[in-house]
């Protein structure tokens, strides 16, 4: 079924009122596209707290009460926790609703089948949201390399610390679920995190032909088990390598309005290199993206490096995307497998003493 675009604004639920809706809804706010209809969390003082911001949505426990109601809604921003997305999804997509979902997608291949079976089936569009696709110094960094000012590029790599001082407070039973998922092989450096930074890999540089990976774990008691230190590196299929590591400094105070990462971005080219220095948290306080070019350095001081932004910038997107069909949706539900292939590739690897997988084989 094609897609018809609305002719007036979407009329949109939140279903989640956690944590992260304090960044996705800066895409609804003022933004003449969307109408919020509807509040929807089984927590009532999220529901009173949110509804600061949209005091004419009605608010309810469950999407069930939501679609009991009788208020026409035509899409829902979905920030469940990952452990609710695929029954959350299916149960969404079945009241008739399109579905703006955070990533991680989902935790496995045949529940990633589940959710396309069921918008295809339903006619309705399944969007997994990439906010970083989204990031002012990102979106620079790869239309610098496309100018060709760096020459060819001959390497990719990303960095994060896991610091755990500063930023902002995250509630406890947002960590419930993360180990829920940490039991399940679904860590939240890796997999959660990791699904933003595997997912501008594919962006800057294509399909992924190969994966190598070392995960190692540092365990904190209770269950809390941090999928560090690890290596992951792979090749594109157009030849370019990429690497990641990811280490923990549990001591290191990073100031942060978000949560405390310090994390890079570097191409390599056969001339130059361009590197973004912070994202999440406020580390390396130089200009965000900089680039080096026949021995000068540029600085780029007046990007809008607030990583927030990337997220009203993602939902301004979806909802223009509603409203026209036009562009790519960033990411679509098949391309959001395609970074599950690509981390599900890693986990192989590692499980397998670090061997070449091919994202496109994994099961
Ligand atoms: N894009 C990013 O950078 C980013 C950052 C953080 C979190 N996330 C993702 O956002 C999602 C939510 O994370 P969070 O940190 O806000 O979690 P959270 O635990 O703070 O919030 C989840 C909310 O969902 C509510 N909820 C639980 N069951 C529900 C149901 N059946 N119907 C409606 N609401 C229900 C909970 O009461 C809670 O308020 C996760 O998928 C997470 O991976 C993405």
Redesign the pocket.
Known sequence: MAFAPYDRPVRAAF???????D?NVRAYLNNPDVEVVAL????EE?RTQRQADFPRAAAFA??GELAASGIGVDAVEA????P??ID?VLELLGYGWHVN????MCNDLLDAQRMLDAAKAAGLVLRV????LFYEPLRRLKSVFESGDLGTVVGYHMKMVGSGSGGWD??W??FE?QIEQMKRGRGILVF??GW?KLSTALWLFGPVSEVRAWIGTTSFGHGIDLDAPTMIAWQHANGVRGVWDITLAPDLYLRSDY?TNDERWEVTGSKGFARVNRC?GRGVQQPSLEVYVDGEMRGYHALDDDWASS?RDSGRHWLRWLRTGEGPLMWSGEEAVDVLRFVLAAYASSGSGGIGVNPSKVI
């Open positions: 279903i989640g009122l956690g944590r992260i809706y960044l929807v969390d089984p927590r999220r469950s999407a920030l469940l926790p990952i609710l997305h959350g979902l955070q990533k991680p949201m990439e906010n970083y995250v509630p039973s947002s679920w959660d995190d933003h949560y999440t997220f």
